[in-house]
């Protein structure tokens, strides 16, 4: 067991109301899918509540096939938009604000000084209601998840009121993750929302499936991966911006 999974499984148990902050979230996503592996219980769970979950999508995940021919990157990230309209809208049962598409390169996420130009898109969908910030984990893997990583605590620093919070993609799986206090992570169960996270995962359909061929060296999320993410319960750190 990897070292978040094994702090996971002794976290204590939270609630979408404490990981809201009481209010409505923000949710920032670095591809789409993300929101729904991630958080996609916790956006069914806080649209039952009667709060509002407005995701971002920061790339257009258009390089996850660099190789295909069927499907190059503007046609990918035509689907892939596709996609995550559908699985948010699955998730909220229509009843949520549909993904906000900010459509920067995939494996380009914002830094230096493109990041200005980012959080000033952001920043008008920080809402009266909001009260939290839910992204991806600065200790995951992938550039794009480590720059909408910082896109979030910059948010966060510049709107103190904002809860911020990280959720873990591909960290979780690290056999070497470091950097994460164990006490800050808490354990989300999402099993009543089960059958819409499973929906909108499954949206997915050019990550989870076959469906292009024609990249063999393109990503394709594994089953064990895909059952972890459908099994598990959610997972938050709670981060502290500096």
Not at 35 to 41: D, P, Q, T, V, Y
Not at 64 to 77: G, I, Q, Y
Not at 124 to 129: A, E
Request: one cysteine or more.
């Amino acid at each position: 067991m990897t070292p978040i999974l094994h702090a996971a499984s002794l976290a204590r148990a939270a609630t979408v109301d404490e990981v809201s902050n009481g209010g409505d979230v923000l949710v920032l996503a670095p591809h789409p899918d993300d929101e729904s592996l991630g958080c996609g219980g916790a956006i069914a769970a806080l649209t039952d509540l009667g709060r509002r979950a407005q995701v971002i999508v920061v790339t257009d995940g258009g390089m996850s096939h660099p190789a295909s021919r069927s499907h190059p990157p503007t046609a990918l990230a035509r689907l892939r938009a596709a996609e995550v309209t559908t699985a948010v809208d699955l998730l909220t049962e229509g009843r949520g604000p549909a993904p906000v598409l900010l459509g920067y390169p995939d494996r380009d996420a914002p830094e230096g000084k493109a990041v200005a130009g980012a959080l000033a898109r952001i920043a008008p969908h920080i809402l009266p209601g909001t009260a939290a910030i839910w992204a991806t984990w600065g200790g995951d893997p992938h550039v794009d998840h480590q720059r909408t990583a910082h896109l979030a605590a910059m948010l966060a620093a510049a709107h103190p009121t904002l809860a911020l919070w990280s959720y873990p993609i591909w960290g979780r799986f690290e056999p070497r993750a470091a950097g994460f206090d164990p006490a800050a992570l808490v354990q989300l169960d999402t099993g009543p929302w089960q059958g819409r996270k499973a929906a909108a995962i499954a949206a997915h359909v050019s990550q989870m499936t076959g469906l292009i061929a024609d990249d063999p060296e393109g990503f394709r999320m594994t089953a064990d991966h895909q059952r972890h993410f459908l099994t598990s319960p959610e997972i938050f750190l709670r981060e502290t911006p500096r």
